[in-house]
C-alpha cells in the first residue's frame, strides 16, 4: 500500500546535538513538506520541496536544515542553532495541484 | 488573519451525543483535510474532500465550496473519539497546508 511514513515516532536526544527526522513516501508524490507544532498552537511550516534537489524555507526556518536527494525521502535536521527544538513534527506530501494528499503519524520531539 | 478558522476550540460531550466541528477558510481550494490527532501526538487522515459529503463509520465530512466552509460530524459519540481534530486546505500557491488551530474533543462515559 502507498504511504508516507515517518519515523520514529518517539525521540529523545540531549541539548546541542543534531538529529534528524525521517520522512518516506512511496506514492510517487512532487511535493513534500515539515511543520511544527507547539502546544496550543496550529502546525506551521518549516520547509518544502516541489521537486528534487530544490527546498524552500518556510515561516520558521531558522535551526533546521532539510534535504531533497531522492523523490522518495525529505529528511528533516533539527540543529543545535534551533533554540526550542521540543516539538511535534508533522511531514506530509503532496501532489502539485494539491489535489492529494497525505500526512505522516508524525514524531514528538523531546530535547533534554 | 487566519487562513483557516475552526470552531468550537474545545467540545466536551457526553457519550451518544451528536458532534459537529466547523471549518471556514479563505482561501480557494481543490481539496480539504480532516485529521485526527490522539493524545501522544499521532496524526491520523480521516477525509480528504473537494465536494459533496463523505462518511465513514460514524464520521460524517461535509464540504460547501460556494460557501467555503466544511463541518465534521460525529453520530454517537464515544469517549475513544476524544482527540482533537484538525482541518487543513492546500494554498493556491501549492507550496504549503495552511491548518486550524484544532478542535480539542472530550467524549465524557
Known amino acids: 500500500d502507498g504511504g508516507i511514513t515517518q519515523s520514529p515516532k518517539y525521540l529523545f536526544r540531549k541539548e546541542g546535538q543534531n538529529v534528524t527526522l525521517s520522512c518516506e513516501q512511496n506514492?510517487?508524490?512532487?511535493?513534500m513538506y515539515w511543520y511544527r507544532q507547539d502546544p496550543g498552537q496550529g502546525l506551521r511550516l518549516i520547509y518544502y520541496?516541489?521537486?528534487?534537489?530544490?527546498?524552500q524555507k518556510g515561516d520558521i526556518a531558522e535551526g533546521y536544515s532539510v534535504s531533497r536527494e531522492k523523490k522518495e525521502s525529505f529528511p528533516l535536521t533539527v540543529t543545535s542553532a534551533q533554540k526550542n527544538p521540543t516539538a511535534f513534527y508533522l511531514c506530509?506530501?503532496?501532489?502539485?495541484?494539491?489535489?492529494?494528499?497525505?500526512f505522516g503519524q508524525g514524531t514528538r520531539l523531546t530535547v533534554v | 488573519k487566519n487562513e483557516v478558522e475552526q470552531s468550537p476550540q474545545n467540545l466536551t460531550a457526553q457519550e451518544g451525543e451528536f458532534i459537529t466541528i466547523n471549518c471556514s477558510y479563505s482561501?480557494?481550494?481543490?481539496?480539504l483535510h480532516w485529521l485526527q490527532q490522539h493524545p501522544g501526538g499521532g496524526i491520523v487522515s480521516l477525509f480528504m474532500?473537494?465536494?459533496g459529503k463523505k462518511k465513514h463509520g460514524r464520521l460524517i465530512a461535509t464540504i460547501n465550496i460556494q460557501e467555503k466552509h466544511s463541518s465534521l460530524h460525529i453520530t454517537a459519540s464515544h469517549p475513544r473519539d476524544s482527540a482533537v481534530y484538525i482541518c487543513?486546505?492546500?494554498?493556491?500557491?501549492?507550496?504549503?497546508?495552511?491548518f486550524g488551530t484544532g478542535t480539542s474533543l472530550t467524549v465524557i462515559p
Open positions: 506530509a506530501s503532496s501532489m502539485m495541484k494539491n489535489t492529494e494528499a497525505f
Open positions: 506514492l510517487n508524490h512532487d511535493a
Open positions: 520541496s516541489q521537486i528534487v534537489n530544490d527546498f
Open positions: 482561501v480557494g481550494i481543490s481539496a
Open positions: 474532500l473537494s465536494s
Open positions: 487543513a486546505v492546500p494554498s493556491n500557491t501549492g507550496n504549503q497546508f495552511y
